[in-house]
């Protein structure tokens, strides 16, 4: 059964830090893309960020480009997001998701089949 759990969400005043982490199970991390995603109130559920398995490489909105950083450790089957310089817009659910193709570079949320429950990331002014 393919499992991922998010952690790490919380409230953190802006300007702050703030790591969230997704752990994977029942499936190989390998042969997936990841993605990280988010959904604020009364908002569409959009994409933050990206990473292509094949390569590595990774792919960022531009809300967001320079202020978080995608990573991962496959040895632990776990993907973060680190993000810093946080404003009141980055609140939201944040949700990690798996699409079980390697070869893409997506933040189309349609692109991804497996979801976690979401964590909740909270900025204060």
């Known amino acids: 059964e393919v499992q991922l759990v998010e952690s790490g969400g919380g409230l953190v005043q802006a300007g702050g830090s703030l790591r969230v982490s997704c752990e994977a199970s029942?499936?190989?991390?390998?042969?997936?893309?990841i993605g990280w995603f988010r959904q604020a109130p009364g908002k569409e559920r959009e994409g933050v960020s990206c990473?292509?398995?094949?390569?590595?490489?990774?792919y960022y909105a531009e809300s967001v480009k320079g202020r978080f950083t995608f990573s991962d450790d496959n040895a632990k089957n776990t993907v973060y997001l680190q993000m810093s310089g946080l404003k009141p817009e980055d609140t939201a659910v944040y949700y990690c998701?798996?699409?079980?193709?390697?070869?893409?570079?997506?933040?189309?949320?349609?692109?991804?089949?497996?979801w976690g429950q979401g964590t909740q990331v909270t900025v204060s002014s």
């Open positions: 029942g499936f190989t991390f390998d042969d997936y893309a």
């Open positions: 998701a798996a699409a079980p193709w390697v070869g893409i570079l997506s933040l189309d949320l349609y692109d991804y089949v497996y």
């Open positions: 990473i292509r398995k094949r390569d590595g490489r990774t």
